[in-house]
């Protein structure tokens, strides 16, 4: 129904070996809902440091080729099911596929790993730290609570809470999942990079990172207050709009980046950097300034505000 990361290091060997190009540029690999309904914008996520697991191939996970032949059947089965499902499609259908793919992740997920595979996936976990293990519990609490973080119960709304704690200790099994899905994404991100560079790619592949992410975004819970509250992002009215436009995502706050020593956006950077070989910064004006605009205004009535870009 869609490409995926195996795609994408397929493409990278036809554009080098085919093409003499010395690097593919892709949409944002930016982190979605973890249910549907899924946002079709790659420029709105819900994390720009973690990769849309949407894009894994569960049949090139390692554990796959250690599945029985009940559980591959499984598998197929639902590979077969959407097949019917998206027949005569013309658009990607993104809320079946991730139902379809989920669903085949967990049978490969549940059948475990081997001691080397669970020695690298703990190693990945550790070098993560805590920003991963709270991104997966955001992604269990969606479920739980429902896709705007901003309407849970108080006591939800701060990823430090006692009460987040708790659950994360009483869904240990489903934050792991969702831990498994990054691990996965990042390795095949990793296979996609190297593919590219052994067919002699001088770059390989060059991410994309969006300019900000919504405001009910796994980002803006577990930052919290490095994002301004009651207002969000857009531009100016122009020739091209003279209503200006309103991108509902929430800004970040340049005095907090100063406080955390630009930490959340150098983590950022990093994470997009491990397995590509450049960025493309989307509207690069915004290391500039940012058109913020109070919430129920319309983008006339916004602002500029200024970031310290050096």
């Known amino acids: 129904?869609?490409?995926?990361?195996?795609?994408?290091?397929?493409?990278?060997?036809?554009?080098?070996?085919?093409?003499?190009?010395?690097?593919?540029?892709?949409?944002?690999?930016?982190?979605?809902?973890?249910?549907?309904?899924?946002?079709?914008?790659?420029?709105?996520?819900?994390?720009?440091?973690?990769?849309?697991?949407?894009?894994?191939?569960?049949?090139?996970?390692?554990?796959?080729?250690?599945?029985?032949?009940?559980?591959?059947?499984?598998?197929?089965?639902?590979?077969?099911?959407?097949?019917?499902?998206?027949?005569?499609?013309?658009?990607?259908?993104?809320?079946?596929?991730?139902?379809?793919?989920?669903?085949a992740l967990r049978v490969v997920f549940d059948h475990g790993r081997t001691p080397a595979r669970q020695m690298s996936l703990d190693d990945f976990v550790r070098r993560e730290g805590r920003g991963l293990t709270q991104f997966a519990t955001w992604c269990v609490l969606v479920g739980e609570l429902g896709m705007n973080w901003r309407s849970w119960p108080k006591e939800f709304q701060r990823p430090a809470s006692p009460e987040v704690a708790a659950f994360a200790q009483d869904h240990a099994g489903e934050v792991e999942f969702f831990v498994w899905l990054q691990w996965i994404a990042d390795t095949q991100l990793s296979s996609a990079q190297s593919a590219a560079k052994d067919a002699g790619m001088r770059v390989g592949i060059v991410n994309d990172l969006a300019v900000g992410v919504s405001?009910?975004?796994?980002?803006?819970w577990v930052l919290g207050d490095a994002f301004a509250s009651g207002v969000e992002v857009g531009?100016?009215?122009d020739h091209y709009n003279q209503l200006g436009q309103s991108w509902g995502q929430a800004p970040w706050r340049p005095d907090r980046l100063a406080d955390l020593s630009f930490a959340p956006f150098r983590t950022m950077v990093a994470g997009l950097l491990r397995h590509s070989g450049g960025v493309r910064v989307d509207h690069i004006m915004g290391l500039f300034r940012l058109w913020w605009i109070p919430d129920g205004q319309p983008p006339t009535q916004g602002t500029y505000v200024r970031y310290p870009h050096e």
Do not use: C
Not at 6 to 16: E, R
Not at 47 to 75: D, H, M, Q
Not at 215 to 220: L, R, T, W, Y
């Open 215 to 220: 405001k009910e975004s796994a980002e803006a």
């Open 1 to 103: 129904g869609m490409g995926d990361l195996a795609d994408l290091g397929d493409l990278a060997v036809w554009s080098s070996t085919q093409q003499f190009a010395g690097f593919v540029l892709v949409n944002p690999l930016h982190a979605a809902e973890p249910m549907p309904p899924l946002e079709p914008s790659p420029y709105l996520p819900a994390s720009r440091r973690y990769v849309n697991p949407l894009y894994i191939r569960p049949e090139s996970v390692p554990e796959y080729a250690l599945l029985g032949e009940k559980e591959r059947r499984i598998v197929a089965g639902f590979k077969r099911g959407l097949a019917n499902e998206l027949a005569g499609a013309d658009q990607i259908q993104r809320d079946p596929i991730w139902r379809a793919k989920v669903a």
């Open 235 to 237: 531009a100016p009215p």
